[in-house]
Structures are given as C-alpha cells and as structure tokens.
C-alpha cells in the first residue's frame, strides 16, 4: 500500500494552497516525552494526521495490539485535532476507541477498564492558548519517554508512515461516569471537611466538583465552568497566580484544604486551612510520611525539582522509607516508580503517581486529592497547617521559568552544566561554600555545604528554562543560591526574561 500524505515539511505560510495539501510538523515539537505544538503555526491538521499515522505504524513495530484509547481536553481547537489524529491512526489499520471530552487520567483509566493497550490523549495540559499536543503510550500505566518519541518524529518527519488494513472507529459513551465510580468506590471521607475544587475553567470541571462530592466533603466549586479561553488564568497549580486565588478562596470559605487542577487533570495543587500554598514536593513529604507509617520499607522516586526533605526528614529516616532523586517528567517518574517497585512517585510540578492499593500508577490529580482527603480523615485531630508545620523548614522558591528557544535550551543548559562542574572540579566556591555534589541526571542540580541547592534544566514541554532553588538554613541562602545561577544564566543571551521571580 501507499501512504495517502506526503512527508511533512517544518514550515508553511498559512493561507496558501500548499498548507491545505501538505503537512505542517515543526520538527521542535516532539519533546522528550509528549508532542506539543503552537496549533496552526506550528502543525497543522494534514501534520495531525501525519502524527497519528506514524503513532499507528509505530504501534505495529512494537508488535503492538493495535488499538487505542483516544480523548481530547476542552480547547476550542481540540476536537478536531482529535478527528485528524484519527483518520491518521484509523489509515495505519487500528481500531479506535473515542472517549470524547476527558482528562488525561481518564484515557489511562480507559485503557484498563476497556482492556486497550494503547493511549494518545490530545492536550496542551496548562500550556497557554493557541498550544495543542498529545501524550501517548503503549504499555498501561507508561506513556512514552525519549527513546518512543524519537523514534516516532524518525517516522513522521521522514514520511516513513504505513498504510494498513483493519482501521476501525468505536465512539465510547459513558467513561466519565465510569471513572467517577471508579474513584469514589469504597471511598468515604468521615470527617467533616469542606474542600474548594479549583479548576480554572479547564477540563477539570466537568469531573472533580461531583468526584468530591461523592466523597461525603463539602464542596465550593471554583472556576468549574468550562471555558476554553481560560478568562482568568491558565490552569496550572504552578503558578502563583492560580495557588493566589485558590488562597483567597479558602479565606473566604473558610475552607480545609483547596485543591487546583491543571487543564488535562492529572496534576494537583494545594493550599492549606490558613491559606498557605504548599508547593507539590511537600506535600509529597507529609503523604510519604503517612504512607510509610503503614506500609515498612517504603520506597518512593520524587523528580530532581523537588525538597531534599525527602533525603534528610527524621520521619521518613524513621519509618525506614527509601528516596531515589530522578529526572523531571511524568513519563521519566512513572516508569522509575514502575521500575522500582515504589510505593508513590512525586513531582514538584503536582504530578502524584500512586500504585498498588491507592492507584494504577499513573498521574491523575483527583487520586492525588483523594490521597490527601484519606490522610486526613487518618489523622482527624491534625489541620493540614499542622501537617505542614510538622515538617523540618526550608526556603523553597517556585518554579521559575525564563523564556529559551526550544532550539538551542538543551545546549544552553549543556554549558551551564559544564560551567558548575568546572567550578566543582576547581574547588571554587558557590553562595560562600563549599560545593557539596553536582547532580546531572536531569541538567545540574548543584548543592553547597549547608545544603542549600539550585537546579536548572531545560524545560520539557515549552520554549523555557527551569530554575528552583531551596534552603534549609535560611532566606538569605535562598536567595544567593538564585542570584548566582541567575548570573551564570545572564551570560548565556540566549535566556530571555522569568515569567516571576523570587
């Protein structure tokens, strides 16, 4: 057989005869573990198509059943992406199981309940709008990680896609009703809580108001309404702006715990009874804590962003839990935590990732709030302020993201590399001191005496670098560790301006 597309080409004037005849895929949008484009400059729906014949040609090279679950999130755009990605997977023979509007957890809760192997779920998560993308696997709970995504931009950008008999279409009616039962199960929450769900105007709306309902909490809906130009902010418990209103939110209740949800659902944020916003890595400490205390030997994996808390808590030291450090990503966390047999991964970012009693290994942000609903319906004499007190305190700074081409960000991030591992070498000194270790398993992670620590990478799925930097001594600490990654980063003029800092 014949492919019906010819091979894409990276760029294409819109408005003319050969964006409507050829494929648009701009090369920079296969990431390290999922596709994101700027939908219209970037791909278009020809380079849609492309994307998921070659998804479907790489299914049959894997030996692959070749089905799969498919849903897309609530952008004015992203239905017909959905269609495209169709035709194209439908054109490689495989038969198509359409879940329609959903979360990304609900396309991996799909793939268990409809026993599929596979999963492409069209989302942009909290990108801004104008972005579309997609998160793919063929092994439940995984989605793919460098080594699948780089032979799949091999296929599509090559035009090496296959035709294939045996493309079929199945329209599944009912999943978000079947996910909601799912998670609500032989749950209940005993104590008496009242909860806001934060989902600013994204997917989430249409799912974790009635999710915690269920649960027996008394819940306050915010920005539930789904409205895909997101009038107030993006949906992403990252940003300060959304973990803000979130604050002003459980004042004005008078509220337990608020929880904000991404725009595809699978992360979560949180803010505590006073009103305090608890970055996602501490929250990881107080739920490792509370698992381990049940569950001996306890292992957990938690990204290179997150608290060294998780290496140096006295409960954690304790209870006998074991910490391993890992690269930042929901692919990269999921399959370590599959690997390793752990308990839960973490990320600083609200990715959760729960397996064998609390969840099937993926990230889904309600199996997150529900894990911190059931912490403390366990512990009933204790405030999630309490819990967060409990803990050892450092400065933490959020996740800062200053603008970098996707192009030339891993090269940016390589000479930073080189240039803190050059100082390690040499003996000089950082914020004053020693340096302690030079971490690179994911960009560099460099730590002074006191343990003050400041990482960059470059990020996954955006045109931006990462920088975090933590103190378990004090602010000031905080602050040098930043000013002088800061200034290595000045020399490079390929870094542009943070969207905040501290």
Known sequence: MTEILPAPVPELSPNTIAYETVPLVKPTGFREYDARWLFKNEINLLGV?????GLGTLIREFGVAPRIVVGHDFREYSLSIKQALTVGLMTAGVEVNDIGLALSPVAYFAQFDLDVPCVAMVTASHNENGWTGVKMGAARPLTFGPDEMSRLKEIVLSGAYKSFDGGAYKAVPGMRERYIDDLVTGVKIDRKLKVIAACGN????????ETLERLGVEVAPMDADLDFTFPKYNPNPEDLEMLHAMRDAVKEHGADVAFGFDGDGDRCGVVDDEGEEIFADKIGVMLARDLSSVNENAKFVVDVKSTGLFATDPVLIENGAETTYWKTGHSYIKRKSHDMDALAGFEKSGHFFFRGDVGRGYDDGLVA??????????????????MRKALPRTWQSPTMSPKCADEVKYDVVARVVKEIERRAAAGEPIINQK?????????????????????????????ELVVVVESPTSEEAMRAMFAELDEILSAHPEVGAYNQKI
Do not use: H
């Not at 198509?49 to 014949?53: T, V």
């Not at 994204?202 to 108001?209: L, W």
């Open 49 to 53: 198509q492309a994307l998921g014949q």
């Open 369 to 386: 709030a529900i894990a911190i609903l059931r912490m403390l319906a366990r512990n009933p004499a204790e405030k999630l302020s309490d």
């Open 435 to 463: 340096i302690r270790d030079v971490v690179t398993v994911n960009g560099v992670r460099v730590t002074a005496a006191d343990g003050t620590w400041g990482l960059v990478r470059a990020s996954s799925n955006k045109p």
């Open 202 to 209: 994204g997917t989430a709306g249409a799912y974790a108001p």
